[in-house]
């Protein structure tokens, strides 16, 4: 035998001892559910690049939001599919009580007041154009979005909304809406900034869930170029002194190292965002036995946390605390 003084494998000799010095786990603690909602009474209908993954009207959606709690889940981020009927170049209903968005987020914290809200603060599910930003000449306009990001922000804490997750990308928002937040006496509502958004081709079963592809041209101006990681510590040097309570990087799996940054260069809490075409593809994969799935996804998911993600927004989140339960 030959002598070595250090043998790695001692320590990963059985379960107990691999147990025992794992630097990182995941629980459900750090997840938080995109949850999808339509109009309507008793609807549900899937989408069909994310397996697994539904829309539902306001009385179902309840029903999934109350077996999360009992698996465990808190937080949840939600998002309209809204009638193309609804939609202007103003993004108006966003801010529409009476509308699907603000009154099922009331209803969701009446029923579930332990329900961690998290909302989406962006044009494109309200805009005729489908970008984040109001368009002008087809040049999407950065300050005069502001103001409406703003109203938008502020009806959502209104109605109820514990964190706001602004994912626009306009230069200034999280201090904006802050201010905006503040005057109205919602001080007290986090902001989750989507720090980090490339404009990555891993949305697209996502704005296929919304009906939120742009009517045009592309999300480039302001959304990050994926060649880009130094730009990452401009952006989250702006958010974390305009007030944003989180920095979000999406997508997660692509750009792992973006998450690594900011976590070495920032004590705000870092959230990763777990994307649609990053699910969809651990799902057809799956579906065709080529990989195990649910080892697959416990991957993905210790790899973000590993890399520095205390917060991760995953399609995942339910299979994964069945799975743990």
């Avoid at 170049?89 to 332990?114: D, M, Q, R, V």
């Avoid at 502020?154 to 200034?172: F, K, L, V, Y």
């Avoid at 001080?187 to 296929?208: L, Q």
Wanted: aromatic share 8%; with cysteine.
């Amino acid at each position: 035998m030959i002598h070595l003084t250090q043998r790695p494998r001692r320590n990963r000799k059985n379960a107990a001892i691999r147990n025992l010095i794992q630097e990182n786990s995941v629980t459900v603690n750090d997840l938080v559910f995109p949850l999808f909602m339509i109009d309507g009474k008793n609807k549900k209908t899937e989408v069909k690049s994310m397996p697994g993954i539904f829309r539902r009207s306001p009385d179902l959606l309840l029903k999934e939001i109350e077996e999360c709690l009992k698996l465990g889940i808190t937080t949840f981020d939600l998002f309209p599919n809204l009638e193309d009927s609804l939609k202007d170049k103003k993004a108006t209903e966003s801010h529409n009580k009476k509308g699907l968005y603000l009154s099922t987020l009331k209803e969701i914290k009446k029923k579930f007041p332990e329900a961690i809200l998290m909302t989406d603060v962006a044009m494109d599910p309200y805009s005729s154009d489908g970008h984040d930003g109001l368009v002008k000449n087809g040049e999407i306009l950065n300050d005069e979005t502001l103001e409406i990001l703003a109203k938008m922000a502020i009806a959502q804490a209104e109605s109820g909304a514990d964190i706001i997750g602004p994912s626009d990308m306009m230069d200034g928002r999280v201090g904006y809406i802050r201010r905006a937040l503040d005057e109205k006496g919602f001080s007290h509502v986090s902001i989750m900034s989507y720090t980090a958004k490339y404009a990555s081709a891993f949305y697209g079963p996502f704005r296929d869930a919304l009906d939120s592809t742009p009517k045009f041209g592309d999300k480039k101006t302001y959304q990050m170029d994926p060649a880009n990681s130094k730009e990452a510590l401009i952006e989250a040097e702006l958010d974390f002194t305009e007030g944003a309570d989180f920095l979000m990087v999406k997508p997660a799996l692509s750009y792992m190292d973006i998450i690594k940054l900011l976590n070495d260069n920032y004590n705000l809490p870092i959230a990763a965002y777990n994307v649609s075409g990053e699910y969809a593809m651990v799902k057809a994969a799956a579906a065709k036995g080529w990989i195990d799935g649910d080892k697959i996804r416990d991957e993905i998911l210790l790899s973000l946390k590993r890399a520095g993600a205390s917060v991760i927004l995953t399609y995942f989140a339910k299979e994964f605390a069945l799975a743990k339960k």
